[in-house]
């Protein structure tokens, strides 16, 4: 399952280094998780470094876009190879 980033979110740039997939930007008024890039950090860390940073808990599982580890593994190496 990717992760959205909700209205809780103040801009701090905390989570924007921390994401090993670039898949964070910066949003009118808040940050975006593009859920095309979005693996929870699957592949690389034990948690997802946007929610582990997050002073607000403005990270947050997005219930459009559910995925299973397998899937959220095969998308890692799909952005970055085996």
Not at 25 to 31: K, L
Not at 36 to 65: I, K, M, S, W
Request: hydrophobic share 30%; charged share 25%; with cysteine.
């Amino acid at each position: 399952m990717a992760l959205l980033i909700n209205e809780e979110c103040i801009a701090c740039d905390a989570c924007l280094p921390e994401c090993p997939n670039e898949a964070i930007t910066e949003g009118d008024p808040y940050y975006i998780i593009n859920p095309d890039l979005c693996t929870e950090c699957v592949g690389f860390f034990d948690e997802p470094q946007c929610a582990a940073v997050c002073p607000t808990d403005a990270c947050q599982p997005d219930p459009e876009y559910q995925e299973t580890q397998e899937e959220l593994m095969a998308k890692k190496e799909k952005i970055h190879g085996s």
